[in-house]
């Protein structure tokens, strides 16, 4: 089991930066692929973006592109997501998750392990 624990999350102008964290424990954190998702009221999950095991390799949603950075420190067992230029589109609670993939997938359903989410509120 690995467990998740997301953290950073809250309220911000638009315009505003944001770094969220998701600490990891219980497998070893090097062996799996980690990710952003976030889900806004009324409507679905949706993947943000993803890095490879060794962090070398990133994806991005097209919507976050060139605003939001995914990185992870392998010795501190943690991701982290930088948020800048936020838009009031990207309010809704945020998800790490982890898969045992090399580099995972923007599918939420093949992801292994999820944490609770943290609320990121833009405000105009």
């Known amino acids: 089991q690995v467990q998740l624990v997301e953290s950073g999350g809250g309220l911000v102008q638009a315009g505003g930066s944001l770094r969220l964290s998701c600490a990891a424990s219980?497998?070893?954190?090097?062996?799996?692929?980690m990710g952003w998702f976030r889900q806004a009221p009324g409507k679905e999950r949706e993947f943000v973006t993803r890095?490879?095991?060794?962090?070398?390799?990133?994806y991005y949603a097209d919507s976050v592109k060139g605003r939001f950075t995914i990185s992870r420190d392998n010795a501190k067992n943690t991701a982290y997501l930088q948020m800048n230029s936020l838009k009031l589109e990207d309010t809704a609670v945020y998800y790490c998750?982890?898969?045992?993939?090399?580099?995972?997938?923007?599918?939420?359903?093949?992801?292994?392990?999820w944490g609770q989410g943290t609320q990121v509120t833009v405000s105009s």
């Open positions: 890095i490879s095991r060794s962090g070398r390799t990133t």
């Open positions: 219980g497998r070893t954190f090097s062996n799996y692929a």
């Open positions: 998750a982890a898969d045992s993939s090399l580099m995972g997938t923007h599918v939420s359903d093949q992801w292994d392990y």
